[in-house]
């Protein structure tokens, strides 16, 4: 059996590179399970065995004593697991069985493929990368990506149709995940966090939020579909907040974390004739890290716009690249546009542009190369495109951390941009220590330097927003509500708030009213569901939270935009079943009026276009990584309130 994916095969095709078994289960379900439903192709990539002491038992348990310590027989119970796990979500009788082969990588390694023997359209790639070397020295993914140790060896499944162990060295992980990906050709490639959320504890040391393993397993990953894509690898790179969830409040809601929570139970379980992974036992719901399916900086979203001559652009990222959607003038069908690579920079984030008295701007939070020092060129860039219609080369805004410990520069999040009443270029980032960093352009594009706005407790992804009076604004969520940043005149300084709305579970999105009233909305916690508020432009107070009653489990962003012929907003987000799901609320009274979803199946996010007459044009990215245009009028499944 090739594991390459067949020339004529039409079904989307989902990879998810992960350190662990279970990491998948914990961190990237509903959207795996949603895809498997969907009767796509998946395929997951498990890079280290994770068999952790060896033994089968919850630590601390009665059984735990008793069990002898086996590494292979633990790794196994965890294969076990993910087997049934993946029986189930596949929707198939859990006695279904699985096969086995061996598949040669390009540095002539082998490594192990299972795949459902009824539905071999779904399956793992173990690497089996062990803890302990074969000489019982410490190992781990990210000693090997740090290039701490040469090479690491794995460990050996029992019953595995391999027969010896492999070893891979830094180079050779990358180079193998990299050809898998270009005969997979995968629409989707989901990862752990490359960029987790660091610390400074009291002893000084840094300490990550995440396990050290799910951070190199992202980066061997971002590292291989970035040599995928000058091999023409085009795909939407989606990255999932890994132990850091826990921090968190909840989005999903009861039903959507049942069914998540059933999966890992199974997990645990494993299949009727072999056990599964009994260390999770009853620490999927005090664990909490599962209870959330979070990407982090919005990768997969897409930045939308229209110029003064009604044509549109749209900014996103594909296969660690940025790209560019020109559909031109703002399409009255359903359409698909293909996109257009922005050669330059490798990108860790979606992109955020605007329209600047020098013309359209773009700017991406950037990383320059996929060696362990990346993490010290990470920085904001920017590139303005020319009279001709093409971009300059883009040129750096540096980081807030310049001179700087690495792991503050490591902290920054998504840049999110603004244009003020004076004309001048506000470019906003979180920063390390979770407030708001600031860097502003003059009218003729003099960058000052980076500022501290203050601020504690933000998450990475922001929004940003200039109100009618010239005014900047940026809201961000944290774990009690949201944080709001502005200015009391234009052109003036910032200050900060805390907005007390019960918790935010969700990135942020503000728009400013025909009134001159700004909206801003998010996920509430627990259950996802999309929430509203509006200040009002009077007196500047804001009112009480207001519940749409809709979006509840859904991920992401959300996408506002106000009719352009009637007081209405319009609202847009990914569903709990990975498909687009609009609501159409009174802009005065904030009631949803109408609501549905479209046919629309989307690997991002959302943004909203508007059109020239009627509805505004729902936008959204594809697997194929088209940019697809859905009239309003065209949506299916509207309630009408």
Same mark, same amino acid.
């Given at each position: ?79 076990? /697991? ?8 596949? /929707? ?288 904001? *860039? ?15 805004? /540096? ?25 001048? *270029? ?169 609501? /549905? ?45």
């Amino acid at each position: 059996m090739s594991i390459a994916s067949p020339a004529d095969d039409q079904r989307n095709v989902h990879v998810q590179i992960c350190a662990h078994l279970d990491d998948d289960l914990y961190f990237m379900n509903p959207d795996l399970l949603h895809a498997m439903r969907s009767g796509d192709r998946v395929l997951s990539i498990f890079l280290s065995a994770g068999e952790a002491d060896g033994k089968n038992a919850p630590e601390g348990s009665v059984k735990y004593n008793l069990v002898a310590q086996d590494f292979s027989a633990y790794y196994g119970a965890r294969v076990n /697991g993910s087997q049934a796990a993946y029986t189930h979500m596949g /929707g198939y009788n859990m006695s279904a069985s699985w096969n086995s082969e061996t598949i040669t990588l390009a540095s002539g390694a082998l490594v192990e493929h299972v795949f459902l023997e009824d539905a071999p359209h779904i399956g793992m790639l173990l690497f089996s990368l062990a803890k302990r070397s074969g000489a019982g020295s410490v190992t781990s993914l990210h000693r090997l990506w740090e290039e701490r140790i040469d090479r690491q060896d794995g460990l050996l499944l029992p019953g595995s149709p391999l027969t010896s162990v492999q070893s891979f060295t830094k180079a050779d992980l990358i180079e193998d995940l990299a050809q898998l990906l270009v005969g997979l050709r995968p629409h989707v490639v989901r990862t752990l966090n490359p960029l987790p959320e660091r610390v400074v504890e009291t002893s000084g040391d840094v300490a990550s939020h995440d396990h050290l393993d799910h951070e190199a397993s992202a980066l061997f990953a971002h590292a291989a579909v970035d040599r995928a894509r000058h091999q023409g690898l085009v795909t939407t790179v989606l990255t999932y907040r890994g132990y850091e969830n826990k921090h968190w409040p909840s989005n999903l809601d009861a039903s959507t974390l049942r069914e998540k929570h059933l999966a890992l139970s199974i997990y645990g379980r494993g299949r009727p004739d072999r056990p599964g992974d009994r260390k999770v036992g009853d620490l999927i719901r005090k664990r909490r890290y599962g209870d959330s399916c979070a990407v982090r900086r919005s990768t997969g979203a897409v930045s939308l716009l229209q110029n003064e001559e009604g044509s549109c652009f749209a900014f996103g990222a594909l296969s660690t690249s940025p790209v560019m959607w020109v559909p031109g003038a703002a399409p009255t069908t359903d359409v698909e546009v293909t996109p257009h690579p922005m050669t330059g920079v490798r990108v860790m984030s979606d992109l955020a542009a605007t329209l600047t008295p020098r013309g359209l701007e773009v700017f991406a939070l950037r990383s320059e190369s996929d060696d362990p020092l990346q993490r010290r060129t990470l920085d904001i *860039v920017t590139a303005q495109r020319s009279p001709e219609g093409g971009f300059t080369a883009w040129q750096t805004l /540096g980081n807030p951390y310049d001179r700087k410990a690495w792991f503050k520069k490591f902290g920054i999040g998504s840049p999110v941009v603004a244009v003020g009443g004076d004309d001048r *270029v506000y470019v906003f980032v979180r920063n390390f220590g979770s407030g708001l960093s600031c860097r502003i352009a003059d009218k003729d594009g003099a960058w000052g330097k980076w500022l501290d706005l203050g601020g504690a407790g933000a998450d990475v992804d922001l929004s940003a927003v200039t109100a009618r009076d010239g005014c900047v604004y940026v809201f961000g969520s944290t774990a009690e509500g949201l944080l709001c940043w502005s200015q009391e005149m234009c052109g003036g300084g910032f200050t900060s708030r805390a907005l007390a709305v019960g918790g935010s579970a969700g990135p942020p999105d503000a728009l400013c009213a025909d009134d001159g009233s700004l909206l801003v909305a998010w996920r509430a916690a627990g259950t996802g569901e999309v929430t509203v508020m509006r200040m009002s432009s009077l007196d500047g107070r804001w009112t009480a939270p207001h519940p749409t009653g809709w979006g509840m489990g859904g991920i992401g962003r959300i996408a506002a935009i106000m009719d352009p012929h009637r007081p209405a907003v319009w609202l847009a987000s990914r569903s709990r079943s990975g498909m687009a799901e609009f609501a159409c609320l009174r802009s005065d009274s904030l009631d949803c009026i109408r609501r /549905g979803t479209a046919e629309l199946a989307v690997a991002g996010g959302l943004a909203w276009a508007p059109s020239r007459e009627g509805q505004p044009l729902l936008a959204g990215v594809t697997p194929a990584g088209n940019l697809r245009f859905c009239p309003t009028g065209q949506l299916t499944q509207e309630t009408n309130r």
